[in-house]
Each structure stands twice: as C-alpha cells, then as structure tokens.
C-alpha cells in the first residue's frame, strides 16, 4: 500500500446515482483513482461531468468495488453524505432454485451443495464477480436447504 497519498472520495446521493468527487494532492494518485473507476466501473454505469467535475456512478455494487481496488493500493478516505451505497436488495422469490443453481429437480443435497459452492466461486464479489447474481445464488441456496 502506498501510505504517503490518501485519496479522498466524497460520495453524495444523487437522483440518478451516486455523485462521486475525487481529490488527492498527488497527480499519480489522481490518475491511479480514474484508471481504476474506468476500469471497474462499466462505462454504461458511469458519467463525468467536467462543470462540476464530479462523477455520476448508478451502479452501488461497482462503486464498493472500485473503492476496494483503491484501498489495495493507497489509503483511501470514503466520505458518505448520507448513507453508505447498498448492494441491490435481493428479489422476494426465485421463479425457480433449481434453475439459478442450474440443477435438476431431483438433485440430492450434496450435489445442491456443490453446486452452489462453484457458482459462488464464480460469482462472488471479492472475485469480481457480479454481487446481484450472488445474491440470487444465496437466496436459491437458502431456499433448498431450509427445512433440511
């Protein structure tokens, strides 16, 4: 970790997403900080506006991503406006467990379990993977299982 730069990030909510302001003195940090946005956060998910030079990200999941692969390298200090971005809340019900775990219906628990462990290799967050589908994978997860 680079601990001689601290990159600041103000984060304010915003009607259409997160309003993302970035300051640090150092110019390498600075443009470590926008590499990194260009690079985690996907280009449908992100706008830049050069009057008020900030950052409009709609995606919650992409900034908690990017504000971790910034925290790898420099000390990063996160100022939340008002409340901290939230992962997407997890649908109410799954049109079918089985399918999300790509499983047959008949599938005995060991093999569910399998199952779910794979997919969340693939998909879990901390993998750079997407935290919506993982949050399906749980919820299908915990639907087989309960009651067992």
Known sequence: MNTTSTIKIKITNAADG??????????????FAIDELKNVVPSSCRTYDPTKKFWTITDSSSL??????????YDVSADYDNEQPRR?????SIASPFQTLHLLPNAPPEVVKAAYKALAKIHHPDARGNSAKMIEINLAYETLTQGR
């Open 18 to 31: 997160y309003g993302v302001k970035i300051s640090t003195p150092d110019r390498d940090a600075f443009a």
């Open 64 to 73: 908690d991503d990017w504000i971790y692969e910034l925290r790898r390298v």
């Open 88 to 92: 997407p809340p997890p649908p109410q």
